[in-house]
């Protein structure tokens, strides 16, 4: 979508694009300030195959502060982006015929980097009625004999659902018991909106080496284009992610990485201003999306995603969430991703992460167009 609306921007329409997946704040200027002195202090050389030592101390600093969970800097690896580490975690745990639990709605990459280390994702599937949480419940019911890991994103891409702690708990506890690893992608994790914090440490102790942390720079200090994130688990895993990179990327770009440790080590006054925003935001699109006639929609409770029902104008002429966006697209300059990528057809991701008179221009030509269809 996000392509096909470029190629429309392109020939000279007016595009509102919620496609993207991007915060649209600039870096911080303190981290491209830590980049710039970096290159002119010779930072221009490979680094350790795990990063550079004060970057995996300043993860784990960072984890320490916020989340009060400690990993050691030998227990974190620095990766080229959150989706390397996923990559590299998947390909280091598992084994020609393993089954990941990924509930859905899901993030597409969680699927492909499964399928790229030979496993099999199997789906289980949240419900709109339960606010798509995740539960140790839901999970335990899709556990076969060859789960070898089970996925967690919270706050989730696409559905903006956060794990209640209690649940991620007993999901530990599970974990140990049953023997499968939590692959806990907490990208979004500094953008949820208030509500009770994950007790980490808790989970760490109950799961012990089931517990890998997926995480990245990108979207909590805007930095997508730079490509950090981490891998933080066990040490033999951390080595393990450690010498794939070593045979393939040899290490993340090595100025980058000390403008990320700036990042981390930094006030961190910037990422409260963003979630802050975020938030108004939220304020403002899911009530605006939820009044519009026959949609329904989960509050999300973190991150830039929300995730319509637009089932009921499905018909005949628009049988899918697929040609209805396409149409949307086509007829008003509205880009949304439909749920079909997601595993969830009849639904679509708006990302807030556009300046709010986008947002309230984008919600008026959604109605204008919806209210051009048959409710079903
Ligand atoms: N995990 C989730 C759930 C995401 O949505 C994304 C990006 O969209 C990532 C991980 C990876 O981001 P990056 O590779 O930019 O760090």
């Not at 609306?5 to 830590?34: C, M, N, Y």
């Not at 004060?54 to 009060?68: G, I, M």
């Not at 050691?72 to 089954?99: F, I, M, R, S, W």
């Not at 690893?181 to 808790?202: S, V």
Request: aromatic content about 8%.
């Amino acid at each position: 979508m996000s392509q096909r609306a470029g190629a429309l921007k392109a020939a000279g329409r007016r595009i509102l694009d919620f496609s993207v997946g991007e915060p649209d704040q600039e870096t911080p200027a303190p981290i491209v300030a830590a980049a710039v002195a970096a290159l002119h202090a010779g930072k221009t050389r490979y680094s350790p195959a795990a990063g550079l030592p004060e970057l995996r101390a300043a993860v784990a600093r960072r984890y320490a502060a916020t989340d009060r969970v400690s990993f050691t800097p030998e227990e974190v690896a620095v990766t080229v982006g959150g989706k390397q580490a996923l990559y590299l975690a998947c390909q280091a745990l598992l084994d020609l015929g393993d089954d990941v639990v990924v509930p859905s709605p899901y993030w597409p990459t969680f699927a492909e980097a499964v399928r790229l280390a030979g496993g099999r994702p199997v789906f289980a599937k949240t419900r709109e009625e339960d606010g798509f949480r995740v539960t140790a419940r839901l999970i335990s019911r899709a556990l076969t004999r060859k789960t070898r890991a089970v996925v967690v994103n919270s706050p989730s891409n696409p559905t903006g659902a956060v794990i209640q702690p209690a649940e991620l708990l007993a999901l530990a506890r599970l974990a140990r018991r049953r023997r499968f690893t939590i692959l806990y992608d907490d990208t979004y994790a500094r953008l949820a909106f208030g509500g009770a914090h994950p007790r980490l440490q808790a989970v760490r102790d109950a799961a012990g080496e089931r517990f890998v942390v997926i995480g990245t720079a990108s979207k909590t200090y805007c930095m997508t284009g730079w490509r950090i994130g981490w891998v933080l688990g066990p040490k033999a895993l951390v080595d393990a992610c450690a010498a794939l990179v070593s045979h393939s990327t040899q290490c993340p770009t090595t100025f980058v990485q000390v403008a990320a440790a700036q990042a981390l080590d930094g006030p961190q006054d910037v990422v409260l201003t963003l979630a802050a925003e975020y938030r108004r935001r939220r304020e403002y699109i899911h009530p605006a999306l939820a009044a519009i006639p026959g949609i329904t929609c989960v509050r999300p409770a973190g991150g830039f995603y929300v995730f319509p029902n637009m089932e009921r104008y499905l018909s005949r002429d628009v049988p899918t969430t697929l040609a209805l966006c396409g149409r949307l697209l086509e007829k008003q300059g509205v880009a949304l991703v439909p749920g079909e990528g997601f595993g969830a057809p009849g639904y679509a991701r708006l990302s807030f992460a556009r300046p709010i008179e986008e947002l309230r221009e984008g919600v008026d030509r959604i109605a204008t167009f919806l209210g051009g269809l048959v409710l079903g």
